[in-house]
């Protein structure tokens, strides 16, 4: 089922960690209500109203779905059940092996700009949280190839509005260009909406699973500090590096500042 021309094939430990170890089959930001505590159980309600709203957005008449960067599969799942046709899209090697433990369906194992997708073949493409990896013109001018005319491409993702605000500016498209590029190449906004709000809880929930972790390694290494300081000493020393990055990506934790950099929106183009 699966099909593969990545040369390296790719590997994203965050994700892993994600899946693996919090045990999160999707891999994306949840939508959710103002009065959700932070819990893991809000947290993946909150993910599955997000990917509930993408379902429910499919335009009628849509068969056929490609899902790029489809993650761990769960939304392909998803799909299925509804009664469409699906295949998915990633380059990530382990992602490769959990789709195929759930799903009978066709897997191209790409990144979508290397991907020679058979001319217009699907009613609707699918980008939840994928956009942003992949070169902003090969977006719009594969996805052109691939679509059915009248066809639909979905982009859920958050967007860069300041460009100067170090680290938070460096993950997520331009929103201007992003648009600029969507017009240029002859596609239409037929629906648009602003998740910044509900989605930035997210981080919340971020910021105290971190928290939770550093607590939990202060407290396994107490009794190794306190019986080995000169040793702590070293090993600190030895891992400065790793450290002072942990420390310079906490900004990306931050809520408030998530949605005064960014914007997480959902659109549905349709292209001519
Ligand atoms: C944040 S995850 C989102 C996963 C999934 N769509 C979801 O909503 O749970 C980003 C996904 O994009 C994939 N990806 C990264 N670079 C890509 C590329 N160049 N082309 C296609 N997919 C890519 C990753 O492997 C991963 O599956």
């Given amino acids: 089922m699966a099909e593969s021309r990545s040369e390296k094939a790719s590997n994203d430990t965050a994700l892993r960690f994600y899946r693996d170890v919090l045990g999160l089959e999707r891999l994306h930001y949840g939508i959710w209500n103002d009065d959700d505590e ?5 947290l993946k309600e909150a993910q599955e109203r997000y990917e509930n709203f ?9 068969t056929r779905i490609l899902d790029v960067g489809c993650g761990t599969g769960e939304m392909c799942v998803n799909l299925q059940k509804r ?16 789709f195929a433990e759930k799903l009978k369906v066709p897997f191209h194992h790409y990144r979508f700009e290397e991907f020679e997708p058979e001319a217009g073949k699907y009613d609707c493409i699918i980008m939840s949280e994928s956009c942003q990896y992949i070169p902003v013109d090969r977006v719009f001018e594969n996805a052109a190839l691939a679509l059915k005319p009248g066809g639909h491409l979905m982009v859920c993702d958050y967007f ?6 170090g680290i938070l500016s460096k993950s997520g ?12 190449k002859g596609y239409q906004i037929v629906e648009q909406r602003d998740i910044t ?19 939990a390694a202060d407290m396994f290494t107490e009794r190794f500090r306190e019986k080995h300081s000169v040793c702590f000493k070293f090993v600190k020393w030895l891992g400065r590096k790793k450290i002072k990055k ?16 960014k914007r997480y929106e959902f659109y549905l183009f349709e292209k001519a």
């Fill in 54 to 62: 993408l379902l429910d957005s499919i335009p009628e008449g849509s």
């Fill in 38 to 42: 932070l819990t893991f159980e809000a």
């Fill in 83 to 98: 009664g469409y046709e699906v295949e998915g899209l990633s380059p990530d090697r382990n992602q490769k092996r959990y």
């Fill in 173 to 184: 498209h331009c929103r201007e260009t992003f648009l600029k590029t969507a017009e240029e």
């Fill in 197 to 215: 709000r509900e989605a930035a809880k997210t981080l919340d929930m971020g910021k105290l699973i971190a928290d939770r972790i550093l607590m």
């Fill in 246 to 261: 942990m420390e310079d990506q906490l900004p990306l934790l931050d809520s408030k500042r998530f949605s005064e950099v």
């Fill in 160 to 165: 860069v509005v300041d460009h100067d605000a």
